[in-house]
């Protein structure tokens, strides 16, 4: 993987969060809904792991916001 592809989903993964934590939730509260581990997340968050588009908008509805909100720079 490219440094720029690196790069990128780590501000993806920090958009999530912050529009996590925006919203007063946990990792643990939106693991729970979404029956998902919470390492997944948290790789998801730290731009380890390159989440699925549908994995992005079951995300966006668990946190109550819209994908394009985690697609910014």
């Known amino acids: 993987m490219i440094e720029a592809d690196k790069e990128y989903l780590f501000t993806i993964g920090q958009n ?3 529009a996590r934590r925006r919203k007063k939730l946990t990792q643990v509260d939106v693991c729970v809904e979404l029956k998902m581990d ?3 997340l948290s790789s998801i968050e730290n731009g380890r792991q390159n ?3 549908l994995t992005l908008k079951k995300l966006a509805d668990a946190i109550g916001v819209e994908v394009e909100e985690f697609l910014k720079d």
């Open 51 to 53: 989440p699925t588009l």
């Open 38 to 40: 919470k390492p997944y």
């Open 16 to 18: 999530i969060a912050k």
